[in-house]
């Protein structure tokens, strides 16, 4: 590289920093939020979770659509749009609280927010940006710099909650979000020269049956929904377990930061990673490693440094299938389409965020106890790990 082309790597990989830890921290909040909206404003848990619920499931819907027009037509041109949905997302249940304002808001707005503007569409750009010896590590940097988002606005949030309320806190991350659309100038405006895709929005249906077709990469696919089942089970409504089980209201805000902070490294050791071993390998054994904790921390009695070790281990591998992840896929379909085929494998993982939220949600709505979900939470996990390691050597081709 240049001195000209590295700084301009550089200048992209510091804006996206910036952005996906302000997509992806704003909806790290959400699950501090459910019991104070509650109390403050009466809107029910079910609303709450079934809006957190909706909003992964757009995000699943909206990404691959997404990733598709930002490899037409060029990345930040669709996050400046993620920073205007999370504004009207979070602005919406900020000013005017209720049912409906959440799932309209959290639910609907934000999903498409973080679908625009969050770590799939980032690292999609720094993968085409960035030089194939050096892809790997650089999309491990502005992944673990996303995390930085987690670790930063939860004690904000949970900060501006206790002082100001949860709705002025939601308001409070929406005019935040504003920030998104100036970063995001500096994050591949226009294609990448020699690296058109193979035909955009039109072409995506064909591209995805194309592309799940391939054995190994619907095995991917397929592990990938373990990932979002678990996350946002846990994102969503690890604080309300905790709180019902007697600790210490601000553990869970402690828990959600541990885990941002530990993310941050987490991150970057996986994007290393993805450049020197088979990414499908160190994806299954990442998800035995969340299981494993997982039934550790449901069968131990609750406490503040179980709960604290626990997130910390959980952080360290929270977001590094998501490098791992691209880093698969890039190996088996090439660049071009990557934020497309990101997208397509992306809507597994949130099928199962869907569902972790929605059924947590439920679950305590009728049973007042998450006690029953986490046996599910070691069932599916197992599942992932086999998954991914039944993937076979990808043959490197591209697809554009």
């Known amino acids: 590289m240049n001195p000209d082309q590295r700084r301009i790597i550089w200048v992209a990989l510091l804006a996206a920093t910036v952005t996906a830890s302000l997509a992806m921290g ?133 900060q501006l909650s206790g002082s100001f309320g949860a709705a002025a806190a939601l308001a409070s991350v929406a005019v935040a979000s504003l920030l998104i659309i100036p970063m995001s100038r500096f994050i591949e405006w226009n294609p990448q020269p020699g690296k058109k895709p193979s035909g955009g ?28 089942f678990q996350l946002a089970f846990l994102t969503t409504h690890l604080p309300s377990h905790l709180a019902l089980c007697g600790l210490s209201p601000g553990l869970g805000a402690t828990a959600l930061m541990l885990i941002g902070l530990f ?3 987490g991150s970057w050791l996986c994007g290393w990673l993805s450049g020197k071993v088979r990414p499908e390998a160190a994806l299954g054994a990442i998800y035995m490693l969340r299981t494993v904790a997982i039934a550790i921390f449901a069968m131990a009695t609750p406490s503040e440094w179980g709960t604290m070790v626990f997130a910390a281990v959980m952080g360290f591998v929270w977001l590094g299938t998501v490098p791992l992840t691209s880093a698969a896929i890039a190996r088996r379909f090439g660049t071009a389409d990557l934020g497309a085929l990101y997208g397509v494998c992306f809507f597994s993982h949130q099928i199962g965020g869907f569902l972790g939220a929605a059924s947590g949600a439920l679950l305590l709505q009728f049973t007042g106890s998450f006690a029953a979900f986490w046996p599910v939470m070691v069932v599916v996990g197992l599942a992932a790990s086999v998954l991914n390691w039944m993937c076979r050597p990808p043959a490197m081709r591209a697809m554009a």
């Open 263 to 265: 993310n941050i490294p």
């Open 201 to 228: 929005l039109k072409a995506l249906p064909g591209l995805a049956r194309s592309s799940l077709a391939d054995r190994d990469f619907a095995l991917l696919t397929g592990g990938f929904f373990a990932c979002g």
């Open 26 to 158: 704003i909806r790290q909040t959400f699950g501090l939020l459910l019991l104070p909206m509650q109390m403050e404003h009466g809107v029910d848990p079910w609303a709450f979770g079934l809006a957190v619920a909706l909003h992964n499931l757009m995000w699943g819907l909206a990404q691959p659509v997404a990733g598709s027009l930002a490899d037409k037509y060029g990345t930040g041109r669709v996050m400046a749009f993620g920073g205007i949905f999370y504004l009207i997302g979070c602005g919406l249940p900020g000013l005017w609280p209720s049912n409906l304002s959440v799932l309209l808001g959290i639910g609907f707005f934000s999903g498409l927010g973080v679908a625009c503007a969050g770590t799939g569409m980032a690292l999609a750009a720094i993968g085409r940006m960035a030089p194939p010896e050096k892809r790997g590590e650089l999309i491990g940097i502005a992944s673990a710099g996303g995390s930085m988002g987690q670790a930063f606005m939860v004690p904000v949030v949970y």
